[in-house]
């Protein structure tokens, strides 16, 4: 498993004010928009591409478009979902799957709720959309949703990570596949409700309100 810490300043400076408590939702919704796209650059510089003639007014020459089949981007929700946009907007002919995933906060157990996604992706470069990494259980069986249905591509894009959530991932993947974990923060430690710390406290409640 490869992990990559984007190391920006506006990064940095937009997940301060997504830590902070007193960050209002709309803000918050805004920021993490924000924060997706400048992620979403780092997370698709190995997307893979074919060559094109184009046309200029002036003359011909080759560019790139992306490869068939297109990548599908899967957030998990609810927290994922608020990542949608910001990264769909980078990459508009992408398909969009959905997992629906819930963290029991008493046994830390990922619940699966909702699956929509396409029965093969096998070939295919997915994406995965979660704000965060915390004990690893949402995301591993995020991952493990993907290979089973033939993806060995797989990039996750997360905003804050807890070092143990990424060993849990990192022993999860072996060598089974090529996966990518891009992060805008790897924070201190999980707390004794496995919250991140810092962190920015429950993402979904964060972004949506509810409970
Ligand atoms: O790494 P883990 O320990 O599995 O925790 C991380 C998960 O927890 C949060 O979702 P949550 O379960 O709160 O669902 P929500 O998005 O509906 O709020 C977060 O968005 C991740 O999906
Ligand atoms: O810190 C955490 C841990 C799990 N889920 C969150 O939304 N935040
Ligand atoms: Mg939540």
Known sequence: MRLHVADHPLVAHKLSVLRDASTPSPTFRQLVDELVTLLAYEATRDVRTTQVQVTTPVSTTTGIKLADPNPIVVPILRAGLGMLDGMTRLLPTAEVGFLGLQRDEETLEAITYANRLPDDLTGRQCFLLDPMLATGGTLVASIDYLLQRGARDV??????????????????????????????????????????????????DRLYGIV
């Open 155 to 204: 990039t996750a894009v997360c905003l804050i990570a807890a070092p143990e959530g990424i060993k849990v991932v990192e022993e999860f993947v072996g060598d089974r596949a090529d996966v990518q974990v891009v992060v805008a923060s790897v924070d201190e430690r999980l707390d004794e409700h496995a919250y991140i710390v810092p962190g920015l406290g429950d993402a979904g």
